[in-house]
């Protein structure tokens, strides 16, 4: 590369590179680098209601990227729907509400074990995660609430949700995992779990409480 010295990132799904080359991130307009991708702080709404997109891994190379947009229909991927894959960078640290609602074919998020915060309701409603087994985020601190992962109907457990102090919101139709769990382990940390947390999960085999 003649201005950054280093190779162009070589993305899988076509539409991502239009994005982002539209939104200004490569340094040439040619193409985009690993260097270029770090300079960016925030990718807004730039993929809102993208029902194109379908795979995302290259995300893991936006390193300065410590949150997403949040906001119910107005999240960072809302109605993302043919999106089946994402790498998330190891900067992310908060995912805020409703991110990635409704995004009908997301099976698979890497990257989730870096994520410190899901911050408000419905991060991941309206996706399937199918791909995960486990959910395991052990640099998770603050609540957990409603809406959260209740779309994961395929077997699952939840291992580590390490230092949260409350699941907080949750109600009779506003659950927070999905009935695809198979063992849930609640951290020492937990202070607090409110009404109907559990509700509707018919497949937990081991219940174990760490508090």
């Known amino acids: 590369h003649p201005t ?33 991708a770090a300079k960016v702080t925030s990718i807004g709404t730039w993929f809102y209601k993208n029902t194109t997109i379908k795979e995302f891994t290259e995300f893991k190379f936006f390193t300065s990227v410590t949150q997403l947009n949040g906001g ?40 989730l074990s870096n994520v410190s915060s ?12 199918a791909d995960i087994a486990e959910i395991y985020m052990p640099n998770l601190t603050g609540k957990l609430y409603k809406r959260t992962f209740t779309s994961m109907n395929s077997p699952h457990k939840v291992v580590n949700l390490g230092n949260i102090t409350a699941i907080e919101r949750t109600g009779y139709n506003d659950t927070i995992f999905g009935d695809g769990c198979t063992l849930l382990r609640i951290p020492a940390s937990m202070q607090s779990i409110s009404y109907y947390a559990f509700h509707n999960l018919r497949n937990v085999e081991a219940f174990i409480c760490d508090a």
């Open 4 to 36: 950054a010295g280093s190779a162009y990132i070589k993305f899988a799904d076509a539409e991502v590179f239009r994005v982002l080359m539209e939104k200004g991130v490569s340094s040439d307009g040619v193409g985009i680098t690993k260097e270029d």
């Open 118 to 129: 899901l911050y408000g309701e419905g991060c991941f409603v309206g996706c399937p995660l």
């Open 72 to 111: 119910y229909q107005t999240g960072a991927f809302y109605n993302c729907s043919n999106l089946t894959t994402i790498a998330l960078p190891p900067s992310l640290a908060t995912i805020n509400n409703y991110a990635f609602q409704d995004c009908s074919s997301l099976n698979s998020v890497e990257g």
